[in-house]
């Protein structure tokens, strides 16, 4: 058995969050730093927590390793604020994003993980609004641990390796995702990437970067995608 590596993306890919994050991300900014920055207008394009907090208040001043070293107290604050506010959102999963996680589930051959630009702490609370379950995805890496999404699908391939104790080659990873920032990760990687055109992204920048697939919505998966 030849095992492949599915990785989700969250945020436009199996959810949309109606705006939660970006409001207790800038909350938790100004509880901690002062000022939201930019983070209530500025174009999040699946950058990853870290590289938003680096972005925005580097032009406050501070460096990036010191916003790095201090990501446990934020992440804190922030998946304080979301839980505080999330109520008052819509979190709604998008169009056969739950049906495509079920049928990926039952695969023996498929391992499934989540590489977010979302921090540790928040993608549950997350997931969960969306009605997934975080178990569901053995293999995660968070948006808390780079400024860098390239970083991202690395860390969770060699996760999923640690996991299993089975060598996972690049072309049996497979990043699904809504962002230009996306396809750029899953390359980095090595891996195959399916876009979805569920997001905020301009479909002409999308479709120039080259994703190997192009999906309207996740309803198109199963049929459209031989994994
Ligand atoms: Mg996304």
């Known amino acids: ?119 540790s702490l928040t993608t549950p609370i997350k997931l969960r609004a969306g009605g997934f379950d975080p178990d569901w995805f053995p293999v995660v890496a968070y948006g808390s641990e780079s400024a860098n999404r390239n970083d991202l699908p690395k860390l969770a391939l060699k996760r999923a390796q640690a996991l299993t104790g089975l060598t996972i080659t690049p072309e049996h990873v497979w990043i699904i995702g809504d962002t230009v920032l996306d396809v750029e990760a899953a390359r980095a990687v090595g891996g195959n990437v399916v876009i979805v055109l569920t997001g905020f992204e301009d479909h002409e920048e999308l479709l120039a970067a080259g994703p190997d697939i192009v999906l309207n919505d996740l309803t198109e998966f199963e049929e459209r995608v031989t994994i």
């Open 1 to 119: 058995m030849t095992l492949k590596l599915v990785l989700f993306d969250i945020d436009g890919t199996l959810l949309n969050s109606g705006g939660v994050s970006r409001e207790s991300k800038a909350l938790a900014t100004e509880d901690l730093y002062g000022t939201a920055g930019n983070l209530r207008t500025v174009h999040i394009g699946g950058k990853t927590d870290l590289g938003l907090l680096t972005d925005t208040l580097g032009a406050h001043g501070y460096q990036p390793e010191q916003l790095k070293q201090a990501m446990g107290t934020f992440e804190a604050q922030y998946a304080k604020r979301m839980s505080e506010i999330i109520d008052d959102y819509t979190v709604q999963s998008l169009p056969g994003a739950h049906e495509i996680v079920a049928k990926l589930r039952q695969r023996e051959d498929v391992l499934l993980g989540i590489v977010t630009g979302n921090a």
